[in-house]
Structure formats: structure tokens, C-alpha cells
């Protein structure tokens, strides 16, 4: 059993930056990838990044490659999203997921936090 806590979200500018933290309980957490999504009401929840149980490859979704990275301190057990360069359209719940596969199908993830809002003003 894996429990996670989302932090770190807030409200921003355009062209500003936030970092969130996704800890995790539990002491197989680097046994787990991790995704993060986002969801906004209304909307299908989508996905933004995602990285290999011991951080060696990510995936990113289009609209945020290259502005967004995803990493994790496994000694910490934390997954970490520098989101840079923020526009009004990264407006959202951001959620961690933590699964057996670094995919971007929400189902393939096995645990989830409950949220972090992410607030960008234009």
C-alpha cells in the first residue's frame, strides 16, 4: 500500500514558475513509477509527466515538454515537478499516481493522491 500527498501548488503569474512534491508513504515507493496528471472541471483528468521507478527515463506529455520536469529523490521517497514558463492554460488540479509503468493511461496507475491547485493568472 502506497499513500501520496501532493504539495507545493498555488497561485502564480504567466512565466512564473512552482514546484510540487508528491511524498509517499511506504517502504517500496522506488518499486513504483510515478505520473503526474492534471484535471480541470469538466475535463477528462490528463496526463502531464511520468518517470521509471529509479528516475533513469520521464515522459512528457506535448504541451509541456520543455517547460516541465519531472524527478524523485527515492531516499526521500518524493517525486518532484518543476513547472516553468506557466501559462493560464496549466490551470488544474495536479494529482500524483503511483503504478507498475511509467504510462500515460490513467488506469495503469494503482494509487493516487488527492491534489494540489495550480492557479496560473494571466
Known amino acids: 500500500q502506497v499513500q501520496l500527498v501532493e504539495s507545493g501548488g498555488g497561485l502564480v503569474q504567466a512565466g512564473g514558475s512552482l514546484r510540487l512534491s508528491c511524498a509517499a508513504s511506504?517502504?517500496?515507493?522506488?518499486?513504483?513509477?510515478v505520473g503526474w496528471f492534471r484535471q480541470v472541471p469538466g475535463k477528462e483528468r490528463e496526463f502531464v509527466a511520468s518517470?521509471?521507478?529509479?528516475?533513469?527515463?520521464?515522459y512528457y506529455a506535448e504541451s509541456v515538454r520543455g517547460r516541465f520536469t519531472i524527478s524523485r529523490d527515492n531516499t526521500k521517497n518524493t517525486v518532484y515537478l518543476q513547472m516553468n514558463s506557466l501559462k493560464p492554460e496549466d490551470t488544474a488540479v495536479y494529482i500524483c499516481?503511483?503504478?507498475?509503468?511509467?504510462?500515460?493511461?490513467?488506469?495503469?496507475?494503482?494509487?493516487w493522491g488527492q491534489g494540489t491547485q495550480v492557479t496560473v493568472s494571466s
Open positions: 499516481a503511483a503504478g507498475p509503468y511509467f504510462l500515460i493511461q490513467p488506469g495503469t496507475y494503482d494509487y
Open positions: 511506504g517502504r517500496t515507493f522506488s518499486s513504483y513509477a
Open positions: 518517470i521509471r521507478r529509479d528516475g533513469s527515463a520521464t
